[in-house]
């Protein structure tokens, strides 16, 4: 199954706290929020906003601090 990226992602570069929303999928008409998992700057979205990935695919990357 085919999911898709919400367009509100945290762009790159962009500082982030441990368990913040950083944004949201879309998967079977459901959102899911996607959660910091330490804090923490954005180094890349490996996704675009709107496209489908699948599952196991690294949406973005995260350098901690």
């Known amino acids: 199954d085919a999911a898709q990226v919400d ?3 945290i762009p790159a ?5 441990e368990g913040q929303i950083i944004g949201s ?10 959660l910091a998992p330490a804090a923490g700057v954005i180094e890349s979205l490996d996704v675009a ?7 196991g695919a ?8």
């Open 13 to 17: 570069g962009d500082e982030v706290t």
């Open 49 to 55: 906003a709107t496209q489908n990935f699948a599952k």
């Open 25 to 34: 999928v879309m998967v079977v008409k459901t959102a899911i929020e996607l």
């Open 7 to 9: 367009p509100q992602l």
């Open 58 to 65: 690294v949406l973005a990357r995260l350098q901690p601090r």
